[in-house]
């Protein structure tokens, strides 16, 4: 018994036989038998997986998108993100952190530490903004 191939094998398979020519995308809804709105959806995972690319064209005076293979898939990242910097920031240690807001009794304009924080950063910076 043969495995059925998922509908973005399918449009895989179909771009990827396309070469170098690409496949137009509404032609690609036309051989499959699907709407535009079931089938974007699926080059759109392929597209995020980094197997396709579309290319904007204009394709017998209407505007759509021609798709070809990527021959390599994204490679995974890996993001760092250093919190140091903004450790410092009296907003993060403050016990009233989630009462504060604009309009509120507990009001970031109105801080003291936040205040005395934000002037240091300047004065070390040596800019001369008044708070």
């Known amino acids: 018994m043969k495995a059925e ?3 973005e094998d399918k449009i895989l398979s179909i771009v990827k036989k396309s070469g170098g020519e690409g ?3 509404s032609d690609l809804w036309t051989v499959l038998g699907v709407d535009s709105r ?10 995020r997986a980094g197997l396709i690319r579309r290319v904007p064209v204009t394709f017998k005076g209407r505007k759509t998108y021609k798709l070809f293979y990527s021959s390599r898939q994204l490679e995974n990242v890996k993001l760092v993100i250093k919190l140091n910097p903004v450790m410092g920031v009296p907003c993060f240690l403050c016990r009233d952190l989630e009462k504060c807001g604009l309009g509120s009794y507990f009001n970031p304009l109105m801080c ?3 205040t005395e924080f934000l002037q240091g950063k300047c004065v070390r910076h040596n800019h001369q903004h008044v708070i």
């Open 5 to 7: 191939i998922s509908f």
């Open 38 to 47: 079931e089938g974007s959806r699926a080059v759109m995972k392929l597209v």
């Open 112 to 114: 003291s530490r936040l």
């Open 23 to 25: 496949v137009i995308q």
